[in-house]
């Protein structure tokens, strides 16, 4: 059978398993060489969730805490356009999203900080991207929030998303930083990606058009995930 | 060309975004095939079994399909079966999937790859997810694997096979996975 193959990991575009100044990296990593295998029909297929029905609310993390009630802390609109390397638009993937609230504290039994929690925000929701790989969710900008990775230890103020793609090896896991936080350069989870300009592709900007006078300011975070090898015959999903 | 955006750990967190439906039952009553429970634990360097890891599976339906637009084969498809499951591990440190045993498929160059699920691992402390695979430990075909066959230290070749075993009726595959250590479960750059 032919099967279209992906681009393999970019592995200068993506952290090492092991970077001792992220602690928990140091047990948690494997060690042994990777062992490469072709792709097959279990690498380039995967899951689609193309019959997903989300609620209007899962966009909106400021409102779907289901108390009637908003979320505290300053609100944001994210957009961003979801693509493959050969900037192809990915439409009609789901993305998951999980993040901190405004106080920097995560509404999760772990999490032991001694900030507040806010009852409106349960800092969780998904969207769908549209036809062009489009997609858009409002929430509120999370704060920073101690760690012990390391003495004071601060981890910027990011937003945790969640990725498939059109395959089981377009997986992603990532988060995206804002502009100008002084954090940023003192993160060991932003410093393990190897290059400056992968760093870079973390970050969102301050997307002016976005901004909604009287009511939120904008932010874009574009995501690319691996492309497909030539695949000249093939229209593009 | 735009380069990949880079991968992040999924932190301490996940659960809040990625494990709050239940999305390891994966078969139905009506599914095709036969039912079987894939278990275990994830394990760090220490051999110490980890309460915040997160396991994904993608597999064919009993027939060997994938329930997707490139698996053009002419094998039914099960509309009570994605082939898609998502665990997070439990106080015990178990991930568990309720599930059917996949059929063969094709692999590479005119070959079959013996039943198999895909497996992504994700925790605190991994900045990337690893990729692995689940076999099946009393599937002949094993043998002729082309995958397995690739690997030719049968230590190593073992990590990948989930061994048998049958509870109040019930079948089990225990499958852990071994991030660091000896017994490193093979990861697979693909």
Same mark, same amino acid.
């Given at each position: 059978?032919?099967?279209?193959?992906? +681009?393999?990991?970019?592995?200068?575009?993506?952290?090492?398993?092991?970077?001792?100044?992220?602690?928990?990296?140091?047990?948690?990593?494997?060690?042994?060489?990777?062992?490469?295998?072709?792709?097959?029909? =279990? @690498?380039?297929?995967?899951?689609? #969730?193309?019959?997903?029905?989300?609620? /209007?609310? @899962?966009?909106?993390?400021?409102? !779907?805490?289901?108390?009637?009630? @908003?979320?505290?802390?300053?609100?944001?609109?994210?957009?961003?356009?979801?693509?493959?390397?050969?900037?192809? /638009?990915?439409? !009609?993937?789901?993305?998951?999203?999980?993040?901190?609230?405004?106080?920097?504290?995560?509404?999760?039994?772990?999490?032991?900080? +001694?900030?507040?929690?806010?009852? +409106?925000?349960?800092?969780?929701?998904?969207?769908?991207?549209?036809?062009?790989?489009?997609? $858009? #969710?409002?929430?509120?900008?999370?704060?920073?929030? /101690?760690?012990?990775?390391?003495?004071?230890?601060?981890?910027?103020?990011?937003?945790?998303?969640?990725? #498939?793609?059109?395959?089981?090896?377009? $997986?992603?896991?990532?988060?995206?930083?804002?502009?100008?936080?002084?954090?940023?350069?003192?993160?060991?989870?932003? !410093?393990?990606?190897?290059?400056?300009?992968?760093?870079?592709?973390?970050?969102? =900007?301050?997307?002016?058009?976005?901004? @909604?006078?009287?009511?939120?300011?904008?932010?874009?975070?574009?995501?690319?995930?691996?492309?497909?090898?030539?695949?000249?015959?093939?229209?593009?999903? | 060309?735009?380069?990949?955006?880079? *991968?992040?750990?999924?932190?301490?967190?996940? *659960?809040?975004?990625?494990?709050?439906?239940?999305?390891?039952?994966?078969?139905?009553?009506?599914?095709?095939?036969?039912? %079987?429970? %894939?278990?275990?634990?994830?394990?760090?360097?220490?051999?110490?079994?980890?309460?915040?890891?997160?396991?994904? %599976?993608?597999?064919?339906?009993?027939?060997?399909?994938?329930?997707?637009?490139?698996?053009?084969?002419?094998?039914?498809?099960? *509309?009570?079966?994605?082939?898609?499951?998502?665990?997070?591990?439990?106080?015990?440190?178990?991930?568990?999937?309720?599930?059917?045993?996949?059929?063969?498929?094709?692999?590479?160059?005119?070959?079959?790859?013996?039943?198999?699920?895909?497996?992504?691992?994700?925790?605190?402390?991994?900045?990337?997810?690893?990729?692995?695979?689940?076999?099946? *430990?009393?599937?002949?075909?094993?043998?002729?694997?082309?995958?397995?066959?690739?690997?030719?230290?049968?230590?190593?070749?073992?990590?990948?096979?989930?061994?048998?075993?049958?509870?109040?009726?019930?079948? %089990?595959?225990?499958?852990?996975?071994?991030?660091?250590?000896?017994?490193?479960?093979?990861?697979?750059?693909?």
């Amino acid at each position: 059978m032919k099967i279209s193959e992906y +681009n393999p990991r970019d592995w200068k575009s993506h952290p090492p398993y092991m970077f001792k100044a992220y602690g928990s990296s140091v047990k948690r990593g494997p060690l042994k060489k990777l062992v490469p295998i072709k792709q097959t029909l =279990s @690498e380039i297929t995967g899951p689609l #969730f193309s019959g997903i029905k989300l609620d /209007p609310e @899962e966009i909106d993390l400021t409102r !779907n805490a289901d108390t009637g009630k @908003e979320a505290m802390g300053e609100r944001i609109i994210v957009v961003g356009k979801v693509m493959d390397e050969d900037e192809r /638009p990915i439409p !009609n993937t789901l993305i998951e999203i999980w993040q901190a609230n405004a106080a920097g504290r995560y509404h999760h039994p772990v999490d032991q900080h +001694n900030a507040p929690l806010d009852p +409106n925000f349960i800092g969780a929701g998904r969207c769908v991207t549209n036809e062009k790989g489009d997609y $858009r #969710f409002l929430t509120i900008k999370p704060g920073a929030y /101690p760690w012990l990775n390391h003495p004071n230890a601060w981890r910027p103020a990011h937003i945790h998303l969640s990725l #498939f793609g059109p395959s089981f090896v377009t $997986r992603l896991v990532t988060q995206f930083f804002f502009p100008g936080d002084p954090l940023l350069p003192l993160d060991p989870i932003l !410093n393990s990606v190897p290059t400056k300009s992968g760093r870079q592709r973390l970050m969102a =900007s301050y997307a002016h058009d976005v901004t @909604e006078p009287e009511f939120a300011l904008g932010y874009r975070f574009d995501i690319v995930l691996r492309g497909r090898k030539a695949t000249p015959f093939e229209e593009p999903r | 060309m735009r380069k990949q955006t880079p *991968s992040q750990t999924v932190g301490p967190f996940y *659960s809040m975004g990625l494990t709050n439906r239940v999305t390891n039952v994966m078969a139905t009553e009506s599914s095709q095939g036969q039912r %079987i429970c %894939i278990e275990g634990q994830v394990l760090d360097g220490d051999g110490q079994p980890m309460p915040d890891a997160m396991v994904e %599976i993608w597999q064919a339906n009993a027939y060997g399909r994938y329930n997707h637009p490139d698996d053009k084969q002419e094998k039914p498809l099960d *509309s009570t079966f994605t082939g898609w499951g998502r665990s997070g591990t439990d106080e015990n440190c178990f991930y568990r999937f309720e599930t059917i045993k996949p059929g063969p498929v094709p692999g590479a160059d005119d070959s079959v790859q013996a039943p198999h699920c895909n497996v992504a691992v994700f925790a605190r402390g991994m900045l990337v997810h690893a990729f692995t695979r689940i076999y099946f *430990s009393d599937e002949q075909v094993n043998d002729t694997d082309p995958v397995l066959s690739s690997i030719r230290d049968k230590a190593r070749r073992k990590t990948l096979i989930a061994e048998r075993e049958e509870r109040d009726g019930r079948v %089990i595959y225990r499958f852990d996975i071994r991030l660091q250590g000896e017994n490193e479960t093979v990861f697979f750059d693909m």
